[in-house]
């Protein structure tokens, strides 16, 4: 009642319904205009052209996704029969389990009631619709399936799912599995969407003329490809797909502001331009300091130079002489000089704006970060509210699972201050490379902040203001660049210019961090300074993952040193994402199968450790970090930090959502779940066994 009064209001001018059938035959009845979709029954076409790993990875991801909730999602697959048995074998392989018999009766009474999708089963796992038809499964399977021939009300693998069921045909060859994909669209999907994995293209183009949905989803995870995400560019964003007028939409592309005429998309899967983004300019090597100032001080191509700068830093750096050695040179080279030194650890928002007064106050066109991690991040957005002074912490932090469709755009920087130099004084954060900052609000929550527009202009890592270093400082931001360069080398975004860094990062930090460590050498503190920022350009590119996302909340929540959260976690983090059957894969164009446990054995072989398997080598890594921090004499669980159990356990869900919300999470190699994640907090709390 509430809803037809709604529809009929004079103040309704236009009716988007993207409920049930009811809701949808409602507003078409209202007699106001109105957009509505109708059911999907997508099926999927796997020829013997088809790259059958990109297949089934991206298959079983899209069917994951959401538990299979999305109307997009693949409900049925047709595979021509020369590859019929391979790729079921590899469907297996993945975790997809297929029932017979008895137990294929129970889940095909269970999935239909009175020839519609039951309610109850929607969004379930399969272990949970299993349990529920009283059936054992395989641990590890994420989809159950059956096969079929038939298609119809009498065949409920045939029909629309919203869970992770899947039903399998067998066709004699391609023209077979194009019409039986067009009788399964026909049968309840008609007008929506549709799949096919070739690398004939003529194929694609009979398939898409052939096939009545709006949608033809090319070597893509329909479920994922149909609402616009990271797999193609001509699909726009939505939740809400329309079916065209042959299933009774007035819409039959996503619903955006026009739709006047029915549109078919054909979306191919695409591979990214890809980028390796650093600094203009990164000066290195002991004592490069007063050199890189003095180029920093040269006049630009229009005659003009920069004149007023302001050193963004903490206390530490003024009582170790470090702020006057800058300003002394800058002075030399005829710059005005102003200190800011009010930044503490993890950098807050009411120190942001302290900053951004000083700069009101001073006036620079020239910004220099000097000190670890902190100032640098805080110099960063310190620089964004001087030259931005509108824009909420919330919107520079909005999440995006692809760079190129972030909802809300970085603004650009340069307008008052000219160049940001970062001379780091610290080896692990390498903030003075990345795009990176995280700043904490104004209620205790930190937020990682990505825009190129971050970047340092120019980067000055000189080992000589590693000299002097607490031991454990030493340590935490070690492990911490380990961190980086493991995470970039598995991130789903991991790529030739990206590797050869991180991998490169990785035996020069297990190789000189223990001699920085303990013996304190200049030649060991040097390679620890260039292989932490080595890290940071693989990471700037590849991205981070879980393993950051978790450190960041944890470290907010127990004000935990980062790079010791890091530490605790890696090993767990590790062997978490070290799955050849993940419950949801890491979701990137290029990144079409599981890939992390061979990234974690390429990593152990670099480092010259052994093992008969991947497994060996995975585990061989993880021991290998384990050693590392016994010589650097770092605990290794959060309970051996001196953190209470109850406490931690009351605050492990937040956590767990929080780090399931956080910007690193898309690169990871393994989308998790929220109890995934908790578990992962378990164990690194109780550490090895």
């Known amino acids: 009642e509430v809803s037809t009064f709604v529809m009929h209001h004079d103040d309704v001018n236009v009716i988007l319904a993207t409920g049930g059938p009811g809701m949808v035959k409602a507003s078409y009845s209202s007699g106001k205009p109105a957009l509505g979709v109708g059911s999907g029954n997508a099926p999927i076409l796997v020829d013997e052209t088809a790259n059958l790993e990109e297949a089934c990875g991206s298959i079983v991801l899209g069917k994951t996704f959401d538990n299979g909730m999305i109307c997009a999602a693949e409900q049925s697959v047709v595979a021509v029969d020369e590859v019929y048995d391979q790729f079921k074998a590899m469907l297996e392989k993945r975790g997809v389990h297929f029932l017979e ?130 797999f193609n560019f001509n699909v726009d964003p939505s939740f809400t797909l329309g079916v ?22 054909v979306a191919s899967r695409q591979q990214h331009t890809e980028w390796f983004k650093n600094p203009p300019q990164i000066y290195f090597n002991r004592g490069c300091l007063e050199d890189s100032l003095g180029d920093v001080a040269k006049q630009y191509h229009d005659g003009t130079r920069d004149r007023r700068a302001l050193i963004i830093t903490d206390p530490v750096m003024g009582k170790l002489g470090y702020v006057e050695r800058v300003a002394d040179t800058l002075r030399g080279q005829g710059f005005e000089i102003s200190v800011f030194d009010d930044i503490h650890p993890d950098p807050d928002m009411a120190t942001v704006r302290k900053g951004v007064k000083a700069c009101e106050v001073f006036q620079p066109d020239l910004m220099i970060c000097l000190g670890g991690g902190s100032p640098m991040d805080a110099g960063k957005y310190i620089r964004v509210l001087y030259e931005h002074p509108t824009l909420q912490l919330e919107d520079a932090a909005t999440r995006f699972l692809e760079i190129r469709k972030r909802t809300q755009c970085f603004p650009r920087l340069g307008s008052k201050i000219r160049k940001l130099v970062c001379i780091p004084t610290t080896s692990g954060t390498a903030s003075e490379v990345t795009p990176f900052s995280v700043i904490t609000d104004d209620n205790g929550m930190k937020h990682p902040l990505f825009s190129y527009e971050l970047t340092p202009d120019i980067a000055i890592i000189d080992s000589s203001f590693c000299d002097v270093l607490p031991k454990s400082l030493i340590a935490y931001a070690g492990v911490d660049a380990i961190t980086h360069a493991t995470e970039a080398y598995v991130s789903v975004a991991s790529n030739e210019f990206t590797e050869t860094h991180s991998i490169k990062a990785i035996k020069m930090l297990f190789e000189n961090l223990p001699s920085s460590y303990s013996k304190g050498s200049p030649e060991a503190r040097e390679r620890v300074h260039h292989a932490a920022s080595l890290a940071g350009l693989a990471f700037s590119n590849s991205y981070l993952g879980i393993n950051h996302s978790l450190s960041h909340k944890v470290g907010a929540a127990f004000h935990l040193p980062h790079g ?72 290794k669980s959060f309970r051996d930090c001196g953190l209470n159990e109850k406490d931690y356990m009351a605050k492990l869900d937040d956590m767990a959502l929080a780090a399931f919300d956080d910007q690193c999470t898309p690169a990871n190699p393994r989308f998790p779940l929220k109890d995934e994640l908790k578990e992962i907090l378990i164990k690194s709390f109780e550490g090895e066994s």
């Open 101 to 230: 018999g008895k137990e294929r009766e129970a889940l095909g009474n269970y999935l239909i009631k009175d020839g519609r999708v039951n309610p109850d089963i929607v969004g379930q796992s399969a272990a949970a619709i299993a349990s529920h038809i009283g059936v054992t499964i395989p641990p590890g399977t994420v989809v159950l399936a059956a096969e079929a021939e038939k298609v119809g009300p009498e065949e409920p693998f045939s029909h629309e799912k919203l869970c992770p069921v899947l039903g399998l045909y067998r066709a004699p060859n391609f023209q077979e599995g194009l019409y039986l994909c067009k009788e399964l669209t026909e049968y309840e999907g008609i007008g929506h969407t549709a799949g096919i994995y070739s690398k004939d293209q003529s194929r694609v183009e009979e398939y898409a003329n052939i096939i009545p949905a709006g949608r033809i989803l090319h070597n893509v995870p329909t479920s994922l490809a149909a609402i616009g995400t990271a």
């Open 244 to 265: 065209g007028t042959k299933a009774g939409s007035s819409v039959s592309a996503n619903v955006g502001p026009e739709h006047l005429i029915n549109v078919r998309t």
């Open 564 to 635: 010791l959260t890091n530490a605790v976690l890696m090993p767990h983090v590790i062997r978490y994402n070290a799955s050849d059957r993940p419950t949801r894969m890491g979701i990137y164009p290029g990144y079409d199968h599981p890939m992390a446990k061979e990234r974690y054995a390429s990593i152990a072989k670099s480092l010259g450790l052994s093992g008969s398997t991947d497994e060996d080598l995975v585990e061989a890594y993880c021991q290998k970090i384990l050693d590392l921090m016994d010589e650097l004499e770092m605990p």
